[in-house]
């Protein structure tokens, strides 16, 4: 009987600080989990670029667009956000001295999806530019309880590395024996090329 791999849920986000993005590799740290991941849209972005003979003499940066994105989450730990370089967390007081400056801040983005079979599928997005980070409420049901939803927008690139994909996509096997592995592979650090 063939399996269900229709999507139905999204859980295991983490996101993983990129160290290296240039044209000779691409290197990331270990992932950092975002637990209570609400929803993620995504939009395509079309446009036309164009290059001209001097552009790979010179080796010019280009930007490739992608697709924005955003990412909403019941919430998110404040000590996390710190981790994400998105501010100073005190400890005793137990605030956030935030910096939401987006600017220069990209992360290796993963995330599990669950199927119909039960056998999540995992996405690693290799560049996520953020773009923004800002928090909204929204009201539960039940007795109108008010949640501090956060919400965070970027765009999915590629990396400069040429030979580097902008995403890779993990299939669980079908008897689930290797689910350990690849929440392991969520938030593993990646080297491009590999040694």
Same mark, same amino acid.
């Given at each position: 009987m063939a399996k269900k791999r229709a999507?139905?849920? &999204?859980?295991? %986000? @983490? =996101? @993983?600080?990129?160290?290296?993005?240039? =044209? /000779?590799?691409?290197? %990331?740290?270990?992932?950092?989990? +975002?637990? #209570?991941?609400?929803?993620? /849209?995504?939009?395509?972005?079309?446009?036309?670029?164009? &290059?001209? #003979?001097?552009?790979? =003499?010179y080796a010019q940066k280009k930007d490739v667009s992608g697709e924005d994105v955003e990412l909403r989450f019941a919430e998110i730990p404040l000590a996390r956000l710190e981790e994400l370089g998105l501010g100073k967390f005190d400890t005793e007081k137990n605030t956030l001295e935030a910096d939401f400056n987006t600017e220069g801040k990209s992360f290796s983005l993963r995330c599990a999806c669950d199927t119909m079979d039960g056998l999540p599928m995992y996405f690693n997005y290799r560049v996520f530019d953020l773009t923004? +980070?800002? &928090?909204?409420? &929204? /009201? /539960?049901?039940?007795?109108? =309880?008010k949640v501090c939803e956060v919400i965070v927008t970027g765009v999915f690139k590629r990396p400069q590395l040429a030979s580097a994909k902008p995403y890779v996509i993990r299939q669980a096997k079908e008897d689930g024996t290797d689910l350990a592995d690849c929440d392991k592979w969520l938030a593993a650090a990646e080297t491009l090329p590999g040694v």
């Open positions: 999507m139905i849920g &999204f859980k295991g %986000v @983490a =996101l @993983a600080e990129i160290k290296k993005n240039d =044209l /000779t590799s691409y290197e %990331v740290g270990e992932a950092k989990g +975002i637990p #209570y991941a609400g929803s993620m /849209t995504r939009t395509p972005k079309e446009k036309s670029q164009d &290059f001209y #003979y001097d552009d790979e =003499l923004g +980070i800002r &928090f909204d409420n &929204f /009201t /539960t049901k039940g007795e109108n =309880l």
